[in-house]
C-alpha cells in the first residue's frame, strides 16, 4: 500500500497538518523491513532476555529461553510430524493462558498462517471462519471442543491439538487447576475427537525432532486476522510478516524512551486473538524484554483484581468498557499505581468521562489510540508526553498518512468531517480470497476505513463515529457515539449503547439503552440531562434500560445487536 498519491496528492500534502504537532524526537518515518521476518524478531529479544519471565498465567511464567524451547518443539511437530508446510493455516482458539504464545510463536517459526479464532464463536462462526480461511489444523481449548466436534467434519481441519488451562503448569498445580475446571466448575462438555492429540503430546514428540525453519520473507502472510463482524460477516486481513514488524517499529518510535527495557509488566486483560492485544502486548513488549500478565476471563472483577494487585505493573492497555468497569469496583483503590507510567485505550472510543476519571483514581493519563484489524493495528495515537488530547485518537503515528475524505474522494481541510482514509506499511494487502470486498475498501491506494472523523487546526484526529452505524434523524446526521459520551457523563449511567430505530416522521430517531449505575435514575432525568447537553434532534426519543449490552470479545458495545434485539422485539409487539 505504499502506492503514490494520485491526483489528491496536493490536497493530501495540505492535510499533513499533523506533522506540526509531532511529539520532539519522535521521527516521521520508520524502517519497515528492519527484520526478515517476525521469527527473528523474536530470536533477538530470546537472546537479550532469556533469563526474564515472558508471560506470566495464574502465577506460573515462563521465562524466554523456555518460551525459545517449547515454541520450537511445537514447530517441530507441526512440520516434523504432521507435515505441515509453509503457508498452511492453522487456527488457534483459545483465551489468554501459557499455550497461545507457545502455539502462536511456534507456527510462526514454522512459516505457518496463524488464524485467530475467538473462543466464544458458536459452531456456524467457527465453520465460516475455519472454512473462509481454509485452515488445515487447530489448537483448541478443551473447553470448546464440543463445538468443534459439531462442524468438523464440514472444515478442511485435518489435525487438532487440544489443551487444558493448566496444561503448562509444573506438577500437582497442572493436576489441580484441570480437574477443578473439568469436574468442580464443568467447564468443559463432553466431546467427542477421536484423532486429538493433546498439547503435551504434541510438544514431547516435537522434541525429538529438530525445527528446520523455512525460508520466510516479510511479504508473506503471517495472520488472518478476521474483523470483529461488528457490522456483518467477518473478514479475513490479510497481514504480512511485513505489516506486524511495521507496526511494532511505529509503536517504538512513537513510545520511544517511555518504555525501559527488561523492565515493563504489562497487564493484558483484551484476549491475544484480538489484533490489539496482539501487536501491542503480545509482540511489542516482547520486543522490549516485558513480562505480560496474562488476565483469562477479565470480567471475572474479584479474581481479576487480585492480579492487579499482585503484580507492580507498569503498563495497562484495554477498551472504555473495561476500564470502566474497574474504577466501579469497590476495593479498585486498593490497588497500588505507582509503578503505572502508560494506559492506553483502544477498540472503541475512550469516553471522556472515563478518562478523566482514570487519571484522578490512578494518576496516569488514559492516553487513547486508534486502528483497526486491517492496519495491524495502529494508525493514530496521542503523545505520551502529557500533550494529549482528551477525546481524540491523536496524530498519525511515525510513517503513516491520515486524511478526511468525502463521498467522493475529495480530501477534506481542517474542521470538517468525512471518512478516515490511511495508508503506510502496516495497511493490509487486502481480504482473504475477498477482491471485491478488497477493491471497496481502497482507493489509490488509500484504505478506506470506515470511521467518520475530524482533523482540528493542530493536526489531531477525532472519531465521530462508524459510516455504517450514523442515524438520520430530518437529514441530519447524529453520531451515536457523541450522545454515548454525553449520556454516560451521567453520574447514575454505567454503560450506554446508541441506535437508530425507524420513525415515521423523522426517518429514523434516537434510541438509547443504559445500564444504571444508580437504581434511582428515570427517564424523566435522561430526557431532560440530554435536553441540557444537546441540540434537540439529537436527544434520544426512546430510552430502555437494561441490566447488561451486548459486547465484542474485547468488551466493545455491539451496536449491531441492539439493533436486532430492538426489531426483534418489535416483531413479538
Not at 312 to 339: C, R
Not at 372 to 400: C, F, M, Q
Not at 404 to 410: L, Q, R, T, Y
Request: proline fraction near 5%; charged fraction near 20%.
Amino acid at each position: 500500500m505504499d502506492a503514490e498519491l494520485g491526483s489528491n496528492s496536493k490536497t493530501s500534502q495540505m492535510n499533513k497538518t499533523w506533522l506540526k504537532s509531532y511529539p520532539p524526537g519522535v521521527p516521521h518515518e520508520i524502517n519497515p523491513n528492519k527484520y526478515k521476518n517476525i521469527s527473528e524478531l523474536f530470536d533477538e529479544s530470546v537472546r537479550q532476555y532469556t533469563a526474564n519471565h515472558a508471560f506470566v498465567h495464574m502465577d506460573v511464567a515462563l521465562t524466554y529461553g523456555e518460551l525459545d524451547k517449547l515454541t520450537d518443539d511445537f514447530g517441530s511437530y507441526l512440520t516434523n510430524v504432521v507435515g505441515l508446510k509453509k503457508g498452511d493455516r492453522i487456527a488457534i482458539q483459545m483465551p489468554n493462558m501459557l499455550q497461545f504464545p507457545v502455539a502462536m510463536f511456534g507456527a510462526i517459526k514454522a512459516g505457518l498462517v496463524v488464524v485467530n479464532i475467538n473462543p466464544l464463536y458458536t459452531p456456524k462462526e467457527m465453520k465460516h471462519q475455519f472454512n473462509d480461511s481454509g485452515a488445515v489444523a487447530i489448537v483448541i481449548l478443551t473447553n470448546f471442543a464440543s463445538n468443534l466436534e459439531q462442524i468438523i467434519k464440514e472444515t478442511s481441519i485435518k489435525t487438532v491439538i487440544t489443551t487444558e488451562i493448566g496444561d503448562l503448569f509444573p506438577g500437582l498445580k497442572k493436576h489441580v487447576v484441570n480437574l477443578v475446571v473439568k469436574y468442580v466448575k464443568k467447564m468443559v462438555p463432553a466431546y467427542n475427537l477421536p484423532n486429538a492429540i493433546k498439547f503435551n503430546t504434541a510438544l514431547k514428540e516435537g522434541a525429538k525432532h529438530k525445527l528446520v525453519r523455512p525460508a520466510v520473507v516479510n511479504t508473506d502472510v503471517a495472520f488472518l486476522q478476521y474483523t470483529g463482524g461488528t457490522t456483518g460477516v467477518s473478514k479475513g486481513a490479510t497481514l504480512s510478516h511485513r505489516n506486524i514488524i511495521a507496526n511494532m517499529e511505529q509503536i517504538f518510535a512513537w513510545v520511544g524512551s517511555a518504555f525501559i527495557p527488561g523492565k515493563e509488566i504489562v497487564i493484558t486483560a483484551l484476549p491475544l486473538y484480538h489484533i490489539f492485544a496482539l501487536t501491542v502486548n503480545c509482540l511489542a513488549i516482547f520486543k522490549v524484554g516485558g513480562k505480560n500478565v496474562l488476565i483469562t476471563n477479565p470480567r471475572d472483577m474479584p479474581a481479576f483484581m487480585k492480579d492487579l494487585k499482585k503484580y507492580p505493573f507498569t503498563v495497562f492497555t484495554g477498551v472504555n468498557t473495561l476500564f470502566n468497569g474497574l474504577m466501579n469496583q469497590p476495593d479498585f483503590k486498593e490497588i497500588n499505581f505507582s509503578a503505572l507510567r502508560m494506559s492506553l485505550g483502544g477498540g472503541m472510543a475512550v469516553q471522556d468521562i472515563v478518562a478523566v476519571r482514570w487519571k484522578e483514581l490512578t494518576g496516569s493519563d488514559l492516553v487513547e489510540a486508534y486502528g483497526l484489524s486491517e492496519t495491524s493495528p495502529g494508525l493514530t495515537a496521542n503523545p505520551v508526553d502529557g500533550t494529549h488530547k482528551l477525546g481524540y485518537i491523536g496524530l498519525p503515528i511515525p510513517g503513516t498518512e491520515v486524511v478526511i475524505a468525502d463521498d467522493e474522494g475529495k480530501f477534506l481541510p481542517a474542521g470538517e468531517r468525512g471518512e478516515i482514509w490511511a495508508k503506510g506499511p502496516q495497511v493490509m494487502s487486502g481480504y482473504w480470497n475477498k477482491p471485491d470486498e478488497t477493491d471497496n475498501v481502497f482507493h489509490d491506494g488509500w484504505f478506506k476505513t470506515g470511521d467518520i472523523g475530524v482533523m482540528d487546526e493542530d493536526g489531531f484526529f477525532k472519531i465521530v463515529d462508524r459510516k455504517k452505524e450514523m442515524v438520520l434523524v430530518s437529514g441530519f446526521n447524529v453520531y451515536p457515539s457523541e450522545v454515548e459520551n454525553v449520556i454516560a457523563s451521567h453520574p447514575k449511567v454505567l454503560e450506554v449503547g446508541v441506535i437508530g430505530v425507524p420513525d415515521e416522521r423523522s426517518t429514523e430517531a434516537v434510541k438509547a439503552f443504559i445500564v444504571k449505575k444508580d437504581q434511582s435514575l428515570t427517564v424523566d432525568e435522561i430526557m431532560n440531562y440530554c435536553k441540557e447537553n444537546l441540540t434537540a434532534y439529537k436527544c434520544p426519543k426512546h430510552i430502555a434500560f437494561k441490566d447488561e449490552l451486548p459486547k465484542t470479545n474485547v468488551g466493545k458495545i455491539l451496536r449491531r445487536a441492539l439493533k436486532e434485539e430492538d426489531e426483534a422485539n418489535k416483531v413479538k409487539a
